[in-house]
């Protein structure tokens, strides 16, 4: 089992920045990739970011790529999602999830490819 806690949402108007982090505890070493994913109402979760435990190596959505940075401390077993130039269409709960289930590849982007989830934050982006 891999537990998942989420920090760092808020409030904050477009064009500013927020950090949310990710905590991991429990069989951390089984962890192959870590994600970010996001759901606003009324919408599916969408894939935001992903980064492979070991390798650091780091995939995001088209919609962030140059605004969203996705990093890792392995060993603090925490994951960072840093966002900057917010827009309104951010706004949604972010949630980080664990893969232990691949062992190599691509880090998958679709909810169904993580096995653990956190509780979520919410992120506001007014206009």
């Known amino acids: 089992q891999v537990q998942l806690v989420e920090s760092g949402g808020g409030l904050v108007q477009a064009g500013g920045s927020l950090r949310l982090s990710c905590a991991a505890s429990?069989?951390?070493?089984?962890?192959?990739?870590m994600g970010w994913f996001r759901q606003a109402p009324g919408k599916e979760r969408e894939f935001v970011a992903a980064i492979s435990w070991s390798g650091g190596n780091t995939y995001y959505a088209d919609s962030v790529k140059g605004r969203f940075t996705i990093s890792r401390d392995n060993a603090k077993n925490m994951v960072y999602l840093q966002m900057i130039s917010l827009k309104p269409e951010d706004t949604a709960v972010y949630y980080c999830?664990?893969?232990?289930?691949?062992?190599?590849?691509?880090?998958?982007?679709?909810?169904?490819?993580?096995?653990?989830w956190g509780q979520g934050t919410q992120v506001t982006v007014s206009s």
């Open positions: 429990g069989r951390t070493f089984s962890i192959y990739a």
């Open positions: 999830a664990a893969d232990t289930f691949r062992t190599d590849g691509t880090p998958p982007q679709r909810p169904r490819g993580y096995e653990y």
